[in-house]
């Protein structure tokens, strides 16, 4: 069964230091999300991507987050200068086009900031 | 943003029984909701999904109940089993176009043997 895949699936960074996430989407599908979970807390939506550029951003994805489909097949989440409040579990997901599609999730990319 | 609700933390239940876990919502522009199960450490699994123009959708032991004029919607598992247990988070869309989900803070499922 197709399926989303990130990576990786924890990483530890230092404060201020750049990471990038990536994901590889179901082949077929052509918007892709990134959402986060803090622990303890909810799913939070962060951006949804279509055709080569953000469709909707929250007030989470703020100037240090920027998304990238760098090629036909990854979909990536940088963020410039992390700071300990972005340490949380991301997830990535993607769906067919069409509104009400369902959203399928990959496994998530722990992220650590000390 | 408390635009969904799932107002119980957690849930036990007895194997064999019927789990009910709980959504609400407060916009009524939402139309499509979709059900999820988590474990720790992983990614949501898509369960069940219902648009507006239903009020019951059915797949196997799950299954989704939608009161529109009540903002409100229920997931059945029944008969419920131990590896049922995970967090349940419910999640809604509305007519933005932008097919960005608002998800509640989920339910704790509990399955005793």
């Known amino acids: 069964e197709p399926e989303v895949t990130q990576t990786p699936s924890h990483q530890v960074t230092q404060m201020g230091q750049e990471v990038i996430l990536r994901c590889v989407p179901i082949s077929n599908h052509l918007y892709f999300y990134w959402y986060r979970q803090i622990l303890g807390q909810k799913v939070e939506f962060l951006v949804s991507f279509y055709n080569n550029e953000i469709s909707e951003k929250s007030e989470i994805f703020d100037d240090q987050f920027s998304v990238e489909r760098p090629d036909g097949s990854n979909f990536t989440l940088k963020i410039r200068s992390t700071k300990l409040e972005d340490s949380a579990m991301y997830f990535c997901a993607s769906s067919l086009p069409g509104h009400g599609d369902t959203i399928y999730f990959g496994e998530g990319s722990w992220l650590t900031v000390v | 943003d408390q635009q969904v609700k799932q107002n119980s933390p957690s849930l036990s239940v007895q194997e064999g029984r019927i789990s009910i876990l709980n959504c609400d919502y407060t916009?009524?522009?939402?139309?499509?909701f979709l059900w999820y199960k988590k474990y720790p450490a992983e990614g949501p699994t898509f369960l069940i999904s219902i648009s507006s123009i239903k009020d019951k959708n059915e797949d196997g032991r799950f299954t989704v109940f939608l009161n529109k004029s009540a903002k409100h919607l229920s997931l059945h598992i029944v008969p419920s089993q131990p590896g049922d247990s995970a967090v349940y988070f419910c999640?809604?869309?509305?007519?933005?176009?932008?097919?960005?989900?608002?998800f509640g803070t989920g339910t704790r499922l509990k399955v005793l043997a």
């Open positions: 999640a809604a869309s509305g007519t933005s176009g932008t097919y960005k989900y608002i």
């Open positions: 916009n009524s522009m939402f139309d499509y």
